[in-house]
């Protein structure tokens, strides 16, 4: 009788990493980052993060860019949406991270006006210049946390624009 | 507590966005990482993998302990960096953690790089303390490896849980069909 064609197969292999760091017999529920590392490393990142509005103005030309190329070239549109697109990912992600949420929220949207079945519209294109703008005043204006006032109104002034062109 | 050391450690950092990469790096190094290599295209990551696994000397690495890469990167984003690692047959280590990090938050997201073989998924924003609580998740994880006709990587059952689903996993360590590598 033939044997059974194998289907599965599992392989149990050590992990030799929590050993490598930790010593023998180390494991996740005994072993911990040492807490002053952990806060050395926390001033570093804080300190780092802080550079992020300089930093990220590179990103913010080419988006401003990007937009100018949907204001100006319709039939370039559909591809340059997707350009946009990207980077409003890429804020999203990056804004909380580097204390600045306002950029996460209207990148969140702005992520949303450019997907695939997204309006090529003159208006539509006003809507995502607006976003554009809301981002560059959140961090030209070193806008953290939720702004405050000045944040809800940079939100007022994105909805504003959103209702006028939609 | 034991406090862990990871001197000891390389690690790969991709991300094609330099500031990310430097972020990363010194958050990694912050933690104690001695040996931290970093890149902004897979293409050059993939590059240094396989010197690793050819010519470790030359490499200036005996062994890569974990792979941390950005998903979103052109021409090669995350996924198909981490599609090469588990599954290309020049790959010199199949089974290496792979931390995938990732603005895409959404469960069809995460559900996709989990098919794919990913280790853990870090999601952004993030901070020093989640970064911290994933390399321990990488160095500290047990599971076992799983190969399937259709998926190669971690075993995507971290936990025992009832399900409404169908059970898929009909064969147990018995069945003949299964077969079972130790170390």
Not at chain 2, 18 to 39: C, D, E
Request: charged share 25%; proline share 4%.
């Amino acid at each position: 009788m033939n044997k059974p064609k194998i289907t599965v197969r599992f392989y149990r292999i050590r992990n030799r990493l929590m050993e490598k760091a930790g010593g023998i017999g180390a494991n996740m529920e005994t072993s911990v980052f040492p807490r002053h590392v952990l806060q050395e490393t926390e001033e570093l990142f804080q300190e780092m993060i802080s550079d992020y509005p300089d930093w990220v103005q590179e990103t913010l030309n080419k988006l401003t860019a990007l937009v100018e190329v949907c204001i100006n070239f319709e039939d370039k549109r559909i591809v340059t949406y997707k350009q946009i697109q990207e980077i409003a990912h890429e804020m999203k992600g990056q804004g909380g991270t580097f204390g600045y949420p306002l950029v996460s929220t209207f990148g969140d949207s702005l992520y949303d006006f450019t997907g695939p079945n997204a309006g090529l519209s003159d208006s539509h294109v006003q809507i995502i210049k607006a976003h554009t703008d809301a981002m560059k005043a959140t961090i030209n204006g070193r806008i953290h946390g939720d702004g405050g006032q000045v944040g809800q109104e940079l939100k007022a002034m994105l909805a504003q624009a959103i209702k006028q062109y939609t | 507590m034991a406090e862990l050391d990871l001197s000891g450690f390389t690690i790969l950092v991709v991300d094609d966005n330099n500031y990310m990469v430097s972020l990363l790096r010194q958050t990694l190094a912050g933690l104690g990482v001695g040996n931290i290599k970093t890149f902004n295209d897979a293409k050059d990551a993939i590059e240094f993998v396989k010197l690793v696994g050819e010519n470790p000397v030359k490499a200036g690495a005996m062994q890569i302990d974990f792979i941390v890469s950005n998903w979103q990167m052109a021409p090669i984003d995350g996924l198909m960096f981490l599609r090469w690692i588990r599954t290309h047959k020049d790959s010199p280590n199949r089974f290496i953690p792979f931390l995938m990090v990732t603005g895409f938050g959404d469960k069809e997201k995460v559900e996709e790089a989990r098919d794919l073989g990913v280790s853990e998924v870090l999601a952004k924003p993030f901070s020093v303390n989640s970064v911290a609580d994933k390399v321990l998740q990488i160095i500290g994880t047990k599971r076992q490896f799983v190969q399937t006709a259709t998926y190669f990587g971690p075993d995507r059952r971290r936990q025992n849980l009832p399900f409404a689903g169908d059970n898929r996993r009909i064969l147990t360590d018995k069945d003949p069909q299964v077969k079972i590598i130790y170390e």
